[in-house]
């Protein structure tokens, strides 16, 4: 992740860098999962970020839920299509179904939130739903500071239990 994303740079004026910077633990998951085909992460996050950059107007009108579900949605299709296209990647299996693909990983990312301790999982659940740092400090009574660092561990320790 840090190889796309250290390089990222959040315009704080700018809506769709700050959805970018919201949501890229989950693209960079979401790339991981597939990069085992033949391209690299790298790849893999460029291609979803033009579908979501392709997208933005309609994903930055809804809310933070919602946004999280079309973000993963147009994420994933970009990656599949980016396999597709890709020589040395192999084919999807037959009646390889997507949604079913979709719901068992994020199963599994619920199962490992659910297994945090508090306020690890509160920081976690309150930054998918889309609230800024600050936000998520006010409510749990934490400086921003402290949920951001929070944040970069919980991160790893997810990325670690969803890797192996």
């Known amino acids: 992740m840090d190889s796309y994303f250290r390089y990222y740079f959040v315009r704080k004026d700018d809506p769709f860098d700050s959805m970018m910077h919201r949501y890229r633990g989950l693209l960079f998951t979401l790339c991981s999962r597939f ?15 033009i579908a979501l950059w392709r997208n933005h107007e309609r994903l930055l009108a809804l809310g933070s839920v919602q946004q999280a579900a079309l973000t993963w949605k147009i994420a994933r299709n ?42 690890d999982r509160s920081i976690v659940r309150l930054q998918l739903e889309g609230y800024s740092y600050e936000e998520i400090g006010q409510q749990l009574g934490m400086t921003e500071k402290n949920v951001s660092v929070r944040l970069v561990r919980v991160k790893e320790k997810l990325k670690k239990a969803m890797m192996s």
């Open 35 to 49: 990069n085992h085909r033949g391209l690299e992460v790298d790849d893999l996050i460029q291609e979803a970020t």
């Open 78 to 119: 970009a990656v599949i299509d980016a396999l597709r296209h890709y020589e040395d990647s192999e084919a999807l299996p037959e009646g390889h179904d997507e949604v079913d693909e979709d719901q068992s990983l994020m199963n599994e990312l619920n199962e490992q939130i659910s297994r945090l301790e508090e306020p």
